[in-house]
């Protein structure tokens, strides 16, 4: 990192929120043979997270808790910005709590942590909002003109991009998938023509988005400002593929997170400590000189750059309430174990909740929903670490099922999860898909058979 244009400022960092949708760990720094070359480059530099987990694998709770440092039942977003949930409070997102030292804060792109008109934008509390139009080529030129200024003052600015978010997009006009025969689906998808050619058009799309993150990262560049600019490149959750977003395996809650600048975040460093996205908003604190509220529930990595602490987390936490449908869900993981507990009787798949992609269909067509769908699971992660043997009922570990079921509890108990009371209803202008439907919009698609 160089300067080029103006005296770097030694003083509070910036902060550089960049993030994308439904993206996973599916990276070049992550082991995936997708070539992500301004990615892969950042990790060079920053410190990459190799065991990082969002706190909901959907899409609003994920993206609040992150902001709030809160888990999703704490800060109210329990369901999806657009379908009528909403923070319980909008001063506790982190712009909110920069402002008391002095932060300017602006919005480029995706947000969905309010929407019109449930929750006014404006309520998030951004001082500019650049612009809402998350495709790659809009929230790119404002990251670039919001570099170019002069600052006087230090910002928090979010850049987020619709991709990989597969629906509607338009980007095999700049990005046409790879010869989808020499593709490998990723696990747990089976390798078949549908799938290869399913998984060629997402890379499609993971590689614009790294294009734009590579534009944005180059204007930080020529700004000058990289130096003393904290860049966080995240996603919300895992991708949008049968058996990964709003489920609570790895394959769910994995994400990507790589960390650049002030505080330490430098020198290619791979961490393989747990943590958990609700962990940023207190780093961010932290660094910024800010106070943490005492409403904050995650913690700062920074023991872990310091070198003060192996870990700073003997277990994560990841919830599913609401997504398309009500499918109600918590989990604990530690390094060894994965329990998931159900709160419905359903017993069966929610097809809702799962993206309507060519991989779904052929789950579906080849018994999806005949999977057992069992109440509770216990995954042992070293000799399972796909999460597709379930052992709750094995003699041998009652001891470890026990205790996992009583860090679950306590968890719940501690932060007054509603679950305790039953199930949780809809906000007034809430919007819920029918969990016997089949896809997220409802109703089932001619080319679907039931």
């Not at 300067?3 to 910036?14: F, I, L, Y």
């Not at 734009?212 to 996603?235: P, Q, W």
Request: one cysteine or more; aromatic letters at 8%; glycine letters at 8%.
């Amino acid at each position: 990192m160089s300067s080029t244009r103006r005296p770097v400022d030694s003083g509070t960092p910036n902060i550089l929120y960049l993030h994308c949708h439904d993206a996973g760990r599916y990276v070049q720094p992550y082991g995936y043979a997708i070539p992500t070359p301004h990615i892969q480059q950042l990790a060079e530099e920053g410190v990459l997270f190799r065991q990082a987990f969002c706190a909901a694998p959907t899409c609003s709770p994920s993206r609040a808790c992150l902001l709030t440092g809160q888990w999703a039942h704490s800060n109210g977003m329990l369901g999806l910005a657009h379908r009528g949930f909403r923070l319980n409070d909008y001063s506790h997102h982190i712009v909110q709590i920069l402002r008391g030292a002095v932060y300017a804060s602006a919005l480029a792109g995706m947000q969905h942590v309010a929407s019109q008109p449930y929750a006014d934008i404006n309520e998030i509390g951004y001082d500019e909002i650049l612009t809402t139009n998350s495709d790659f080529d809009a929230p790119t030129r404002a990251a670039e003109d919001y570099f170019a200024r002069q600052h006087d003052r230090p910002f928090f600015l979010s850049v987020g991009y619709a991709a990989p978010h597969r629906a509607g997009e338009d980007f095999h006009r700049m990005y046409p998938p790879e010869d989808d025969r020499y593709l490998r689906p990723p696990d747990p998808l089976p390798d078949t023509p549908a799938t290869r050619k399913d998984t060629a058009r997402y890379q499609a799309s993971v590689r614009g988005t790294d294009v734009a993150f590579g534009l944005v990262l180059a204007a930080l560049e020529r700004s000058g400002l990289a130096e003393n600019t904290l860049v966080i490149c995240t996603t919300d959750h895992g991708i949008a593929f049968p058996g990964m977003k709003c489920n609570l395996t790895d394959h769910g809650i994995g994400v990507l997170l790589i960390v650049r600048g002030p505080g330490g975040f430098i020198g290619g460093k791979v961490s393989d400590a747990l943590v958990s996205q609700i962990d940023i908003a207190p780093t961010i604190c932290e660094l910024a000189a800010v106070a943490i509220p005492d409403w904050v529930q995650g913690r700062s990595l920074l023991p872990l750059i310091r070198g003060d602490a192996e870990e700073i987390n003997d277990a994560i936490y990841a919830e599913v309430s609401h997504h398309a449908a009500y499918e109600p869900m918590r989990c604990v993981r530690t390094r060894r174990w994965k329990y998931i507990r159900r709160f419905d009787d359903r017993g069966k798949v929610n097809l809702p909740n799962c993206d309507d992609s060519p991989s779904k269909r052929l789950w579906y067509e080849n018994g999806w929903t005949e999977q057992p769908c069992p109440p509770e699971a216990l995954h042992d992660l070293v000799f399972d670490p796909h999460e597709v043997c379930n052992i709750i009922g094995r003699p041998d570990l009652a001891e470890v099922a026990d205790a996992m079921r009583h860090r679950l509890d306590e968890w719940m108990r501690a932060t007054n999860d509603p679950l305790l009371n039953g199930p949780i209803p809809l906000p007034e202008r809430g919007v819920l898909t029918d969990a016997a439907d089949y896809s997220p919009l409802g109703g089932w698609p001619e080319n679907v058979h039931r």
